[in-house]
């Protein structure tokens, strides 16, 4: 009897254990995924708009509208170096959307175009950060030349001289209806003047444009004839020798 009770006891305590088994699998369910809420797909955008418009600003910071005018010294695929007026070498990039002009406007113009020595005018986008200018418009201009030196030869006929500069080379210069003359003293400062007035020996300084005919040929536009410098000396009207025929008598400003 002993026996058999034991055996039952036994049987209805791993009943008991197997029951409490199952109850706790039951009470203590598997975990679920957890589900995204709304807004956290809102706050995720947020951020990257944030993120993109902190870019954007960083970028606009380095980045400006600036024009630059220059001589060109090198041209390759879309790249344009230019050195400017303080001979600072500047690097222009081209693209599909950069506009180019010509000296003739009605002529077709494009990078093909551009040689060494072309003066150009040219309005961009300068990033600050790699100093480099992205053109949107191109212009090929003509840039004044400034020029200084000592009087050698007059034509009274034909309105022109002759100019040695510094460096030993002569240059024929023309004076126009346009051309403005002037003389400077340190007792009067700039006054008037006229191309009567100019003689040989003179110091003078001008700006003008080569000769669209003639390219070797200075039209001046501005003279100005520094009396205190030099010795004026009447000489006989040289004879014209570089043109057929004499030009209009230059008014005197």
């Not at 409490?20 to 990257?48: C, F, Q, R, V, W």
């Not at 403005?180 to 100019?198: D, I, P």
Request: net charge positive.
């Amino acid at each position: 009897m002993k026996d058999i009770f034991a055996i039952i006891l036994v049987i209805l305590l791993l009943g008991a254990s197997t029951a409490l088994t199952l109850a706790a699998e039951t009470a203590t369910p598997s975990p679920s995924p957890k589900k995204s809420l709304p807004g956290d797909s809102l706050t995720k955008e947020i951020t990257n708009l944030k993120e993109k418009i902190a870019s954007r600003v960083a970028e606009l910071k380095l980045v400006e509208k600036r024009g630059i005018v220059g001589i060109v010294t090198e041209v390759k695929d879309t790249e344009i170096t230019l050195s400017d007026s303080k001979g600072n070498t500047r690097f222009v990039d081209v693209d599909e959307l950069t506009k180019f002009t010509g000296s003739d406007s009605k002529a077709t113009f494009g990078i093909s175009d551009i040689k060494k020595d072309m003066s150009l005018a040219i309005l961009g986008r300068y990033n600050k950060q790699s100093e480099r200018l992205l053109a949107r418009f191109v212009k090929q201009i003509t840039l004044p030349k400034f020029l200084s030196g000592t009087i050698t030869d007059i034509d009274k006929t034909g309105f022109s001289f002759s100019l040695k500069d510094a460096s030993g080379k002569t240059i024929d210069i023309d004076v126009e209806n346009v051309t403005k003359t002037q003389s400077y003293t340190k007792e009067n400062g700039v006054v008037r003047s006229g191309f009567s007035k100019l003689f040989v020996g003179d110091s003078v300084v001008l700006s003008g444009f080569p000769d669209k005919k003639d390219p070797t040929r200075i039209v001046a536009t501005r003279v100005l004839l520094l009396s205190d410098f030099t010795k004026k000396t009447e000489i006989e009207s040289s004879p014209p020798t570089t043109r057929p025929s004499a030009k209009p008598t230059a008014t005197e400003q």
